[in-house]
C-alpha cells in the first residue's frame, strides 16, 4: 500500500506565473483535500474533491482551481501567483468526506513566490 | 461558530517529565477529533484519533489523548517526554459542508535535554 506522493518538492516561481502542484492519493482512497500551510500557521483547506468534483471549498480566489483525475490523483493549478502565496501546500487523501479513519497525508510542495 | 483552537503557541517540557499538548473544541453533535504532529519541512503524521467509545485513546510513539465531553476537550498527553518528540502538533476536527478536516494553529513542543 503506498502513502500520499505529492510532486514537486520545492519550487520557485515569479509573482504573476502560475503554476501545477500534483498529487497521487493513496490506494484505495477516493477524496482528496488540498491545504495551504503558511509559515508558523496552521494548514488551512483550500478545496477537496470526491470522484472527480469539487464537493468543498475554503476561503480561497477563484484563481486557485484543481483538477482530480479517474485514478483519484490530483492536481492543484494557482494563477497570478503572489508573494504571499509562499507556503507549504499539502495533499491529503481518505476513504471518503469525513471518514473516520481521517486523512492520510503528503510531505508537501514547498512554493516560494519571489 | 464551529472550530477547534490550541490555546498554547509553545509547550516546554523537560525529558523524562509528562507532556500535555491542550486542545478545545466547538462542535455541535459528536465531534471526529485528531492529532497530527509535524517535523520540520515535513507533512502531518497521525498519531491518534477520537471517533466513539473509550475516552482515552492510545496512539502511535506513547501518545495518548482524553476526550472529556464536559469540558470539549481533546488533550494530547504522554507519560514521559523525549527529546524527539520536540515538533509541531496540531489537533483538528471534521467540520464544515465538506465535512474536511480543520486545524488548530498548532503548538511548538520542545523538550528539554
Known amino acids: 500500500e503506498t502513502g500520499v506522493t505529492q510532486s514537486p518538492t520545492h519550487l520557485i516561481k515569479t509573482r504573476g506565473q502560475q503554476v501545477t502542484l500534483r498529487c497521487s492519493s493513496q490506494s484505495g482512497h477516493n477524496t482528496v483535500s488540498w491545504y495551504q500551510q503558511a509559515l508558523g500557521q496552521g494548514p488551512q483547506f483550500i478545496f477537496q474533491?470526491?470522484?472527480?468534483?469539487?464537493?468543498g471549498r475554503g476561503n480561497f480566489p477563484p484563481r486557485f482551481s484543481g483538477l482530480q483525475f479517474p485514478n483519484y490523483s490530483s492536481e492543484l493549478n494557482v494563477n497570478a501567483l503572489e508573494l504571499d502565496d509562499s507556503a507549504l501546500y499539502l495533499c491529503?487523501?481518505?476513504?471518503?468526506?469525513?471518514?473516520?479513519?481521517?486523512?492520510?497525508f503528503g510531505s508537501g510542495t514547498r512554493l516560494t513566490v519571489v | 461558530a464551529q472550530s477547534v483552537a490550541q490555546p498554547e503557541d509553545q509547550v516546554n517540557v523537560a525529558e523524562g517529565n509528562p507532556l500535555t499538548v491542550k486542545c478545545t473544541y466547538s462542535v455541535s453533535g459528536n465531534p471526529y477529533l485528531f492529532w497530527y504532529v509535524q517535523y520540520p519541512n515535513r507533512g502531518l503524521q497521525f498519531l491518534l484519533k477520537?471517533?466513539?467509545?473509550?475516552?482515552l485513546v492510545k496512539g502511535s510513539y506513547g501518545f495518548e489523548a482524553e476526550f472529556n465531553k464536559s469540558q470539549t476537550s481533546f488533550h494530547l498527553k504522554k507519560p514521559s517526554a523525549l527529546v524527539s518528540d520536540s515538533a509541531l502538533y496540531f489537533c483538528a476536527v471534521i467540520l464544515g459542508s465538506a465535512r474536511q478536516l480543520t486545524f488548530g494553529s498548532g503548538t511548538q513542543l520542545t523538550v528539554l535535554p
Open positions: 474533491y470526491y470522484r472527480e468534483e469539487e464537493n
Open positions: 477520537y471517533i466513539t467509545g473509550d475516552n
Open positions: 491529503a487523501s481518505s476513504l471518503a468526506a469525513g471518514h473516520p479513519d481521517g486523512y492520510t
